[in-house]
């Protein structure tokens, strides 16, 4: 598994002043690749720091794009920008962010340390890993997501491409281009923003959210990471999927008969439709899943 997982690595850029204004990305920034995904509201480069002379990603957003994001984001506050959110959250299991502020052409740009690695989705399509690696790159995902909501944010895009895992099977949780405050006014309903396969029933129907509507998120990257199924697959329509909700969800035990029946339980309440019934807390999560087998026991 490792041999298989060896061409990635994360570099370590040392740090400059944190906010920046008016800088000319062409002079200070040499592109190496674009490595933006489809559908991004940003570009977002492998690039070298010429101050530091450091590799870095360097994420630029697309300013009509970031600015509808912002407006849907809360009718009643303005939503920091991606880099002050982003920059506040400091753990091993989430991407670092080195520095943010705007360009000589008024875009919002961050700097980020460089992750050369593959997301969940990758992990999946190419077989990657056991069942217990699985598990284990789950907890430490937890980990990333749980630090978010200690630093007062909910991220608001859980998805499999928003975790990527390096040459040294190390977790990182990236990407605050939807995250908000965890305060009242972005906890209001309307901003049904994030990736329609992973949002919880309360953010589709527009009700009030709060961070448990990453627990559900997580708990479907989780269900598929370790079924290969969604716990409510329906074609990619928010009306279907609020229908499907309304069924019982996949049973993992029975898509999955070797996982263990604690793990199957874990599943089961990440992905719970009514929030009150979801595991309440990320924090609790990764301790749980390290305690548990990942499989039943030989018959």
Partial sequence: ????????????????????????????????????????????????????????????????QNEAAVARASRHEARPPEGAIAIQVRHPNVIRTLEYGSTSNGEHYLVMEYINGVSFDRVQEAKLGRTAERVEWLAQAAEGLAAVHEAGFIHHDVNPRNFLINRDQKVKLIDF???????????????RTGCLLFMAPELLRREPIDERIDIFGFGVVAYALLTDRHPYDTPASANTLLQRFSLPANDPARLKPKLSDELCEVLRSLTAVNKRDRWPLMATLSERLRSIPPKRPPA
Wanted: proline letters at 5%; aromatic letters at 6%.
């Fill in 1 to 64: 598994m490792i041999g298989r997982l060896k061409g990635m690595f994360a570099a370590s850029p040392s740090e400059g002043q944190p906010c920046r204004t008016g800088v000319v990305l062409q002079k200070r920034f040499m592109i190496q690749s674009d490595i933006s995904s489809q559908g991004s509201m940003s570009r977002v480069y492998k690039a070298m720091d010429t101050e530091t002379g450091k590799t870095i990603c360097l994420k630029v957003q697309n300013r009509e």
């Fill in 177 to 191: 281009g939807l995250s908000v405050p965890n305060t009242a006014a972005f906890r209001k309903p309307g901003n």
